[in-house]
């Protein structure tokens, strides 16, 4: 598995709202690479170095179908590049398009 961040956002609670991905990579039945990328969030104290309320905010399932730059390895991808003030987050999907979904507070 791996993952990374791709958005950091100050929150008032003087914590750090993370906006990010975590993936991982299977083989399927025809002996392909299929990776599986999926938008998360989390909350992260500059002060403990610790974080709290991981979760998965998004999969690739939550938005339209579309071509796949890469298919069948790039079909279950989503890369978020982060949210908005009305929490509207933003991924490229499957490294082909865009795609944009309403989410509830993350943090």
């Known amino acids: 598995q791996w993952g990374g961040v791709n958005q950091a956002i100050k929150l008032p609670s003087e914590e750090i709202g993370v906006i990010?991905?975590?993936?991982?990579?299977?083989?399927?039945?025809?002996?392909?690479?299929?990776?599986?990328?999926?938008?998360?969030?989390?909350?992260?104290?500059?002060?403990?170095?610790?974080?709290c309320d991981f979760k998965i905010i998004a999969k690739r399932k939550h938005f339209p179908q579309s071509q796949s730059k890469k298919s069948p390895e790039l079909d279950d991808v989503i890369f978020p590049s982060g949210i908005d003030e009305?929490?509207?987050?933003?991924?490229?999907?499957?490294?082909?398009?865009?795609?944009?979904?309403?989410?509830?507070?993350?943090?």
């Open 20 to 51: 990010g991905h975590v993936a991982h990579q299977t083989i399927n039945k025809q002996d392909e690479l299929e990776k599986h990328y999926y938008g998360m969030s989390f909350k992260f104290s500059p002060n403990t170095k610790e974080y």
């Open 86 to 107: 009305s929490n509207n987050l933003y991924c490229g999907l499957s490294d082909f398009c865009i795609g944009r979904r309403k989410i509830t507070n993350p943090f």
